[in-house]
């Protein structure tokens, strides 16, 4: 009886023994398939994540949880990331440890900075930061170091910082990494961080159009991806930024063949993020070759990829908000009820007033919209009457400019070809180099687009390619598809902000605002059609 009664309270002790060897080897299963077999680690992490719960062992439920925050981020799945960080935040605080708390924060952080909530994000960073220097190990330290560093590159960007604050960060990661040992716990960890902050470097240098420094960078994450089969999803990448680089270059073909190499590897190792950059950049190449078969397949691919990503981030964001509003409801706890009415009713209020104005606004906006469609339809003859009218007001000059009649004809008859040849969507043009063009001084040229264009010269070469986007947007429906940097650097502009700022003043609407028009009435014009 005493023998079964041991065997009794014996036997749970072996048993749990054993689910835990079985969790330690599982954990380090998934710790080894991280890079080549993304998925099975999840699903390992996944089980023995749900296993230490079952019988409260505490080690067990962090380094699994850490490892799924991990897979959950690569995955785009933030939500699961920023849920799945609360718990293990307690715990690692609990157990005093704080390589996992770290990196705990570092992921919530860039979960954070991935759904805009920045001020949130940069917390997080700070405090990930923070704990790395009551890390003992120096390889720990330097490694979760260069990752926050990464991290925090990523968030001045977010942000828009200048360019130069994000390498700052970049290289940062770069000096830390370099700190750690090349020993058999860190060799992977230390070639995976090196791969990706020299991606990361390449894409700056790209931003900074130094080309060949980028190419560098690319090809080292490239070196260090092939060279082993741990890190198949950063080759996936550095093919994927080798296809924009030289897309940007116009290098079309190069582009679609580099693309093509990371659309292979990416079915093997699912990463849908990516995988709508991979089908972007081959629809745009193809479209640029004049493949309209294989653009058509692509852009089709692209679209219900991106509209499926949209709709998740959307059901994602719900998580971080009430994440932050409960912290905020900790602190500042006051809802009483004569002020939520009082609220109310203003609230009531001002809505009525908005929306009022907002009709009136989206009204204006509107018959705005219209008069450009309008007006582009006549463009033409009413360029022959400018063309007609300049030539029969030559004699009546104001001689006050001091230039020949001879003169401001020819350089009119040249401003006319200028505007037809398009070279004013070249980003180096500059009044200086026009009036060489046009074998002209710059006070002489300034003075005639002034009197003549009624314009500044900025005005000038700003409206022109503010025509020219319309035009080609009313002409070219996939354009319609296209960010609007894209056509930004299509129309000639440095940056997105300036085009969208020269566009809301040349066309009376925001390019978004003119885009979704176009594809209202296209939408209109189809269905009246069937």
Not at 97 to 113: F, P, Q
Not at 512 to 518: A, D, E, M, T, V
Request: net charge positive.
């Amino acid at each position: 009886m005493k023998f079964i009664l041991l065997l009794f309270f014996i036997f749970p002790c072996i048993l749990s023994a054993q689910i835990i060897t079985s969790i330690n080897s599982d954990i380090k299963k998934a710790r080894e398939l991280s890079q080549t077999n993304p998925k099975k680690s999840l699903e390992l992490s996944e089980n023995t994540y749900r296993l230490s719960k079952d019988i409260n062992y505490t080690k067990g439920v962090l380094e699994s949880g850490n490892i799924l925050m991990a897979k959950y981020y690569d995955l785009g799945n933030y939500k699961k990331v920023i849920e799945l960080g609360k718990a293990t935040e307690g715990l690692s605080i609990e157990e005093e440890n704080n390589e996992i708390l770290a990196n705990t924060y570092r992921l919530r952080a860039s979960s954070y900075t991935e759904l805009g909530f920045n001020d949130e994000s940069y917390k997080e960073f700070s405090k990930a930061l923070k704990i790395t220097d009551k890390i003992k190990s120096k390889n720990s330290k330097y490694y979760l170091k260069s990752l926050i560093y990464i991290g925090l590159a990523s968030h001045s960007a977010h942000i828009n910082l200048p360019v130069d604050s994000v390498v700052y960060y970049q290289k940062k990661s770069l000096e830390t990494i370099i700190k750690v040992d090349s020993n058999k716990d860190f060799v992977n960890k230390k070639n995976h961080t090196l791969a990706l902050t020299y991606i990361n470097l390449g894409k700056t240098s790209n931003a900074k159009q130094n080309i060949k420094e980028a190419e560098s960078f690319f090809s080292k994450a490239l070196i260090i991806c092939q060279k082993d089969d741990l890190n198949k999803n950063l080759e996936i990448i550095v093919f994927n930024e080798f296809a924009w680089l030289y897309y940007d270059q116009k290098k079309y073909n190069e582009s679609k063949k580099y693309a093509k190499q990371a659309e292979n590897l990416e079915k093997h190792i699912s990463i849908p993020y990516i995988r709508r950059d991979i089908y972007e950049v081959i629809f745009k190449s193809c479209v640029e070759l004049g493949e309209k078969e294989s653009s058509r397949k692509y852009m089709n691919l692209y679209t219900k990829l991106n509209d499926s990503l949209v709709n998740a981030e959307k059901k994602t964001i719900n998580t971080p908000v009430n994440q932050i509003i409960e912290k905020q409801q900790k602190v500042h706890i006051n809802n009483v009820h004569s002020i939520f009415i009082f609220i109310f009713i203003i609230s009531l209020f001002l809505i009525g007033i908005f929306f009022y104005f907002w009709k009136q606004n989206q009204n204006k906006l509107h018959a705005k919209y219209k008069e450009i469609i309008k007006n582009i339809k006549k463009t033409d003859n009413l360029n022959k009457e400018v063309i007609d009218n300049t030539k029969q007001n030559i004699v009546s000059i104001d001689k006050t400019i001091n230039i020949t009649d001879e003169t401001i004809k020819t350089i009119l008859i040249k401003l006319n070809k200028f505007e037809k040849s398009q070279k004013y969507l070249k980003k180096d043009l500059s009044l200086t180099s026009l009036a060489n063009d046009l074998n002209t001084n710059t006070r002489s040229l300034s003075e005639i687009i002034k009197r003549y264009k009624e314009k500044s010269y900025n005005s000038y070469i700003n409206s022109l390619r503010i025509n020219y986007i319309i035009n080609i947007l009313c002409d070219n429906p996939i354009y319609r598809e296209y960010k609007i940097s894209y056509l930004a650097d299509v129309s000639g502009f440095s940056s997105r902000e300036v085009f969208a700022v020269v566009f809301k003043k040349e066309a009376g609407v925001s390019p978004s605002y003119f885009i979704n028009n176009l594809k209202k009435d296209q939408l209109l014009t189809s269905s009246s059609a069937n």
